[in-house]
Nanobody
Framework: VQLQASGGGLVQAGGSLRLSCVVS????????MDWYRQAPGKQREWVARISSSGITGYAPSVKDRFTISRDNANITVYLQMSRLKPEDTAVYYCNTIPQSTWGQGTLVTVSS
């Protein structure tokens, strides 16, 4: 399984970004998918999950600000991030459930 995240960048606090992650090498439509993030000097933390049927779950720190979605036809999972805060600064990764080898993440930097 290969995971390629993209869409990160520099944004001001209060702004929005949409991350994408293309998943290849798996039967994507059958996998639940997670987004994780790792801030500088901190451990990787779970951010959001979407099941194969579209049921979603969020970490308390991002609930009501982030939205996870998926496009099975394009084997892509998305993370729409709004009302961004400086503490959202991190490298963001996606992964399958069960987990695959981590791919390259995408850096999100939120300036105050």
């Amino acid at each position: 399984v290969q995971l390629q995240a993209s869409g990160g960048g520099l944004v001001q606090a209060g702004g929005s970004l949409r991350l994408s992650c293309v998943v290849s090498g798996s039967i994507f439509s059958f996998n639940a998918m997670d987004w994780y993030r790792q801030a500088p000097g901190k451990q990787r933390e779970w951010v959001a999950r979407i099941s194969s049927s579209g049921i979603t779950g969020y970490a308390p720190s991002v609930k009501d600000r982030f939205t996870i979605s998926r496009d099975n036809a394009n084997i892509t999972v998305y993370l729409q991030m709004s009302r961004l805060k400086p503490e959202d600064t991190a490298v963001y990764y996606c992964n399958t459930i069960p987990q695959s080898t981590w791919g390259q993440g995408t850096l999100v930097t939120v300036s105050s």
